[in-house]
C-alpha cells in the first residue's frame, strides 16, 4: 500500500511538473529540440516543458513565456540540455512581466503574424521592441515608436554634441588635495574570559547601556545610474558580429565591438579629445553599451566593479595605449549615467569620478563644491575639463548585492568552535571575490567613520558561501533556542579564529567584509562583529546593531524570546550585547574596560 502511494505520489509530481508549458517566442541562431524522432529547428510557438531537450549553439539564444509565473525567461548559454537545467543556469536571465505586457506578449504569440527572429528587450535601457507583420495599426504604431526612438536618439545626440563643444574650451588648472588618511583609532585588545568564570557562570542581569549619541542609521542603497535615454539597439547580422573577450576578476567576459570602433587619439589636446568624443558619439557604439549594461546586469555588478569592469574592457581594446583605453572607459562610464570629469596630468589623459563617499588613501580635487577623485594615479596638479552632461549621477560605494563572479575556490579551512566541538565546519571562499575587495576603496559617508562598518556589515555574503557554509551552520543550529543558537555563533566566532590587530598584519587600519574574515588567518574586533552580526541575521532572521566604544567594536542581538544580559534600548526593541572579541564570554556579557557612556549604536539593515 505504501509503495502504490509513493508511486502514484510521484506520478503526480511528474504530471505537475509537465503541466508548466513554456512558449517560445523569439530565436536567434539555430537552436534546436531534441525528441524520439530525433533533432529539429525550434519554432516560434512551439511549446517546451521542462523535460524537453534543446541546444543552443555559440551566439544563439532563445526567448521563453512562462505565462503561468508571468515571466520571460532568455536562455543564451551555449549547451545542451533539460530545459529546467537551463533554466537554473548563472548565464541566463529571467524577468517578471507585467500584467499589461504580459497580455500583449501573449496576443503576440497566439495570433498569426510573424514574430522576429531576433528581438532584443533590456531592462537597462527600458527598450522594447517587437519586430511582426500586422495589418495598418501595427505600422501606425511601429511609425510611432520610431519617432520616440527618434526623439531620444535626437536628445542624446545634442547632448553628446554640447558636451563635445565644452571640451573644447571648458579646462581649468587645479591642484590636488591632500589624500585623506585612513582614521586611526584607540586599540582595546581582546578579553579572556577566566575558564573558572565559564564553568560556573553568574546569572546574568538585565542592565541598559546609557549612550547619549542618536543610533546612526544604516546607509540606504540608492538605484544604480542608467543612460540618459534608452540606447537603442544596433540591428546586425549575425555572422558578422565582432566581440571583443576580456577577464574581470576572474571571470570571462565578452562585449560587441568591432575593428572600425578602434580610434587612435592623435593630439592630447581638448581638440583632440573632442574630435574623437565626437566619433564615439556614432551609433556604432550603441551595442557595446548595451553590452556593459547587460553584464552590469547579469553578475549583479556594483558601481565600483562596473567601474572596474569598464577599465578592463578598455585596456583589452588598447593593450598598448593609455589615453585610449581611458578615453573609452570615460566615455562608455558617463554613457552609463556616471559623472566624470576628464583631466590632463603629466602628458597623460585621466577620468575623476564623482561619489558623495569620503575615500581615504587617494587624492581629488574639488568641483564646483564636489568631490572628484582620480582613477589611477595622476600628478599633483592637473587641468580638468569641468564640462557636465545631463542626468548625472555619483558613484556610490555601497554593494548591495552579491557579485557574481566566476568561482576560483581558496583550499578549505576548518573552523572549530571551542565550547561547542560540534560547531565546526570546513569554509572555502571565492578568491576572485577577494582580489575584488583587495581593490575595494576604504571610505565612509557624511564624513562619519562609523558608516563604513555598516558599508561592510550589511554586504550580502557571496553566493557561493550562501549554498555552503550557510547550510552547513544552519543544520549545527537546528532545532537550537534563538538564545542557544546565537551563544553557539558567538562562541564559534569568537575561538574559531586569531586575533591580531590591523597594524600588525596589514601596517594599518583595515575592515573586513565577511568572506575575508573566513579566509584570512587573522581578524581583530571589526571583523568579528561584522562577521557575526551577517551570520545571526542570515541564519536566524534576527535584528542586529553595532555598538562603538572608542577602539573596539561590538554587536548585539534582538531576540524575540526573553534573554537576559546587558543591553540597548532602542524604541520598544531591546538588542542584548554580544561581543566576539570577549573570548569564552556568553551572550549579554560586555567586555570589561568599556565605558558605556561612550558607546554609540550603529543600525544595521
Not at 474 to 484: C, N, P, Q, V
Not at 510 to 528: G, K, V
Amino acid at each position: 500500500m505504501k509503495r502504490l502511494f509513493l508511486s502514484l505520489l510521484a506520478m503526480a509530481a511528474t504530471i505537475g511538473l509537465s503541466a508548466q508549458q513554456y512558449v517560445v517566442y523569439s530565436i536567434t541562431g539555430h537552436v534546436e529540440i531534441e525528441g524520439n524522432n530525433g533533432k529539429r529547428a525550434l519554432q516560434l510557438r512551439d511549446k517546451l516543458h521542462p523535460q524537453s531537450t534543446i541546444v543552443i549553439p555559440y551566439k544563439g539564444k532563445v526567448e521563453l513565456l512562462d505565462e503561468k509565473g508571468s515571466k520571460k525567461h532568455v536562455l543564451k548559454t551555449p549547451g545542451r540540455g533539460a530545459l529546467s537545467q537551463l533554466l537554473a543556469d548563472r548565464g541566463n536571465t529571467v524577468m517578471r512581466l507585467t500584467e499589461q505586457y504580459l497580455n500583449y506578449m501573449r496576443s503576440r504569440v497566439k495570433g498569426n503574424g510573424e514574430l522576429s527572429s531576433r528581438r532584443q528587450s533590456d531592462p537597462a535601457t527600458v527598450t522594447r521592441e517587437v519586430c511582426e507583420k500586422k495589418p495598418d495599426f501595427r505600422a501606425e504604431f511601429e511609425a510611432f515608436t520610431k519617432q520616440a526612438h527618434d526623439k531620444y536618439e535626437q536628445f542624446r545626440s545634442n547632448a553628446i554634441r554640447e558636451y563635445a563643444e565644452f571640451v573644447r574650451k571648458a579646462w581649468q588648472e587645479y591642484g590636488a588635495q591632500p589624500p585623506r588618511p585612513r582614521p586611526k583609532d584607540e586599540t582595546q585588545p581582546p578579553v579572556v574570559k577566566p575558564k573558572k568564570d565559564r564553568r560556573k557562570p553568574k546569572p546574568l542581569k538585565s542592565v541598559p547601556i546609557r549612550f547619549d549619541e542618536k543610533p546612526l542609521p544604516a546607509p540606504i542603497p540608492v538605484p544604480q545610474p542608467t543612460p540618459v535615454v534608452p540606447i537603442k539597439e544596433q540591428p546586425e547580422p549575425e555572422e558578422i558580429i565582432e566581440c571583443q573577450e576580456f577577464m574581470c576578476y576572474g571571470t570571462p567576459m565578452r562585449v560587441r565591438f568591432k575593428g572600425k570602433e578602434l580610434f587612435r587619439l592623435e593630439n592630447l589636446t581638448p581638440d583632440g579629445i573632442a574630435d574623437v568624443w565626437m566619433k564615439l558619439a556614432s551609433a556604432d557604439y550603441n551595442n557595446t553599451i548595451r553590452d556593459c549594461l547587460e553584464l552590469r546586469i547579469r553578475h549583479q555588478l556594483s558601481d565600483w566593479a562596473y567601474l572596474k569592469m569598464l577599465d578592463a574592457f578598455s585596456e583589452a581594446c588598447f593593450p598598448m595605449q593609455r589615453d585610449e583605453a581611458t578615453l573609452l572607459m570615460a566615455y562608455l562610464y558617463q554613457q552609463s549615467g556616471y559623472k566624470i570629469r576628464l583631466g590632463l596630468s603629466e602628458g597623460r589623459l585621466c577620468m575623476l569620478y564623482a561619489t558623495r563617499h569620503l575615500v581615504y588613501g587617494q587624492s581629488y580635487y574639488t568641483i564646483g563644491g564636489e568631490d572628484f577623485y582620480v582613477y589611477k594615479s595622476a600628478g599633483e596638479r592637473m587641468r580638468i575639463c569641468e564640462a557636465s552632461y545631463p542626468k548625472e549621477q555619483s558613484l556610490s560605494l555601497l554593494i548591495s548585492q552579491p557579485q557574481m563572479l566566476a568561482d576560483d575556490m581558496s583550499p578549505a579551512r576548518e573552523l572549530r568552535s571551542e565550547q561547542f566541538p560540534e560547531m565546526a565546519v570546513t569554509s572555502q571562499v571565492n578568491k576572485n571575490l577577494l582580489s575584488f575587495y583587495n581593490d575595494y576603496p576604504t571610505s565612509m559617508i557624511d564624513a562619519n567613520v562609523m558608516t563604513r562598518w555598516a558599508m561592510y556589515a550589511n554586504t550580502p555574503l557571496e553566493v557561493e558561501l550562501s549554498n555552503t557554509l550557510i547550510p552547513a551552520l544552519r543544520e549545527k543550529l537546528s532545532g537550537k533556542s534563538e538564545k542557544d543558537a546565537v551563544e553557539r555563533l558567538l562562541n564559534w566566532v569568537q575561538t574559531a579564529f586569531e586575533y591580531k590587530y590591523d597594524e600588525e598584519v596589514w601596517g594599518g587600519d583595515r575592515a573586513f567584509f565577511a568572506e575575508e574574515s573566513l579566509y584570512y588567518p587573522y581578524c581583530d574586533c571589526e571583523d568579528r562583529s561584522i562577521l557575526l552580526s551577517r551570520l545571526v541575521r542570515e541564519l536566524i532572521g534576527l535584528k542586529t546593531v553595532l555598538i562603538y566604544y572608542p577602539g573596539h567594536l561590538a554587536m548585539a542581538v534582538r531576540f524575540n524570546e526573553n534573554v537576559a544580559g546587558e543591553y540597548v534600548q532602542l524604541g520598544n526593541d531591546r538588542y542584548i550585547v554580544c561581543d566576539p572579541t570577549y573570548i569564552g564570554a556568553p551572550v549579554g556579557d560586555t567586555m570589561p574596560g568599556m565605558d558605556n557612556k561612550t558607546a554609540q549604536v550603529i543600525l544595521l539593515e
